[in-house]
C-alpha cells in the first residue's frame, strides 16, 4: 500500500511529523520504514528521520504487507472477557506465560493468541498480537492485547498516561496497617518505593534506589477483608515495574501467599500453583469507539478455595 501527503504544517522532523499524519502506524514503524527506504520526500528516497519537512513537500509512504511472525499458532484454549476487531481482553490462568522467552519458548499467550487470532492487522509491520501490558506466569486475571498498530499506541499511551486502571486481588500474611503521622491506624495507604533487579538474585526484582538503577513504583492498597493472620488486599497499580506488587508487598513485610520468589519461607497448608495474586479488574476506553470498557475477571477456582480455607479456619477457632 502506498500513501501520498502534501506537507501543508512544516517544521517538524519527518519521522515527527509522519506519526501525527499517520495515526494507524506507532512512530517506531515509520522510522523503520524511513530506515528501510520506504519513504521518498519530492520523489527521492528520504532515509534521514531528522530532516524537517518544507511546505510544499510531497511524501510518499510504501507500507508493505505485514510479515507474519516466525512463531507457530497453537490451539491452547483461552477465557475471553471482551474482543472486537481492535483488543481482545483475556482471563489468563496461572502457568500461563505472555511471551516467549528462554526456557518459554513455546506454549504462551502469543501462541494462542496467533491460532485464535485470524484478523492480526500488524503491529510494527509484523502479523502479531500487541502486548499491552504483562501479567507473571502464576498471576491471573484480566490482560489486554491490541490487535492493531493503533489500538496498540493507544492502549500503551493510557498506560503510561495512568488513564487505564488495572485493579488486583491479593492474599498477604499478616495485617498491613497504615500508621499516620497523629498515631491513627488506617487500613489502606501507597506503597512509592522504586524497584530494579535485585543486586545479587538476577532473578528477582527489589526495591532499588533511582541513583541506583530503580524506577519509580507506585502501588496503592486497600485492606478488603481480614482472615486471621492473613489479609484480603485490593491493589491498584499506579505503574507496572516487574513484580512490583509482589516486591512491594514483601518489602514491607506482607508478601503474598504462595509467591515462590519473594514469601519461600512461608507456608498456608494450601496447594496453590503460584502467588495468590489476581487482576480481577481492567477498565480501560475503546481506542476507536472512545467508549468505556471494564472487563471483570472471574477469580480462579485455587483462589477461592483459599478464601474459603481460611475463612473456615476462622470459624474453627
Not at 472486537?84 to 511471551?99: F, Q, R, S, T, Y
Not at 502464576?138 to 493507544?154: E, L, M, N, P, W
Amino acid at each position: 500500500m502506498t500513501i501520498k501527503l502534501i506537507v501543508e504544517d512544516p517544521g517538524d522532523r519527518l519521522d515527527l511529523w509522519l506519526s501525527q499524519h499517520l495515526c494507524d502506524l506507532s512512530r517506531s514503524h515509520l522510522q523503520k520504514l524511513i530506515e528501510q527506504g520506504n519513504i521518498t520526500l519530492n520523489n527521492e528516497v528520504c532515509t534521514n528521520k531528522k530532516i524537517k519537512v518544507r511546505l510544499g513537500d510531497i511524501l510518499q509512504i510504501f507500507i508493505p504487507s505485514p510479515q507474519p511472525l516466525a512463531l507457530e499458532p497453537e490451539a491452547i484454549p483461552l477465557d475471553i472477557l471482551y474482543e472486537d476487531d481492535e483488543l481482545i481482553i483475556i482471563n489468563k490462568p496461572a502457568g500461563l506465560v505472555v511471551h516467549p522467552a528462554p526456557g518459554h519458548e513455546t506454549g504462551t499467550l502469543v501462541h494462542a493468541l496467533l491460532y485464535h487470532c485470524s484478523n492480526l492487522a500488524g503491529i510494527g509491520g509484523v502479523k502479531r498480537p500487541g502486548i499491552v501490558h504483562r501479567l507473571d506466569k502464576d498471576t491471573t486475571g484480566a490482560i489486554v492485547v491490541a490487535k492493531t498498530d493503533f489500538s496498540h499506541q493507544h492502549l500503551q499511551s493510557q498506560i503510561k498516561q495512568k488513564t487505564a486502571l488495572r485493579e488486583y486481588l491479593g492474599v498477604v500474611y499478616g495485617v498491613p496497617i497504615n500508621k499516620q503521622e497523629d498515631g491513627q491506624k488506617i487500613d489502606n495507604g501507597i506503597i512509592n518505593l522504586p524497584i530494579g533487579r535485585h543486586p545479587v538474585d538476577r532473578k528477582k526484582m527489589a526495591v532499588v534506589p533511582i541513583e541506583k538503577g530503580g524506577r519509580e513504583a507506585v502501588t496503592h492498597w486497600k485492606t478488603l477483608e481480614r482472615l486471621g493472620n492473613y489479609t484480603l488486599i485490593e491493589f491498584r497499580l499506579e505503574t507496572g515495574r516487574t513484580h512490583q506488587i509482589r516486591v512491594h508487598s514483601s518489602h514491607i513485610g506482607h508478601p503474598i501467599v504462595g509467591d515462590p520468589l519473594y514469601s519461600s519461607n512461608h507456608s498456608i497448608g494450601v496447594n496453590l500453583s503460584g502467588q495468590a495474586l489476581h487482576a480481577y479488574k481492567l477498565s480501560l476506553v475503546h481506542p476507536v469507539t472512545e467508549e468505556k470498557i471494564e472487563a471483570i475477571a472471574p477469580l480462579p477456582g485455587e483462589f477461592n478455595k483459599l478464601l474459603a480455607s481460611l475463612r473456615h479456619k476462622i470459624k474453627s477457632t
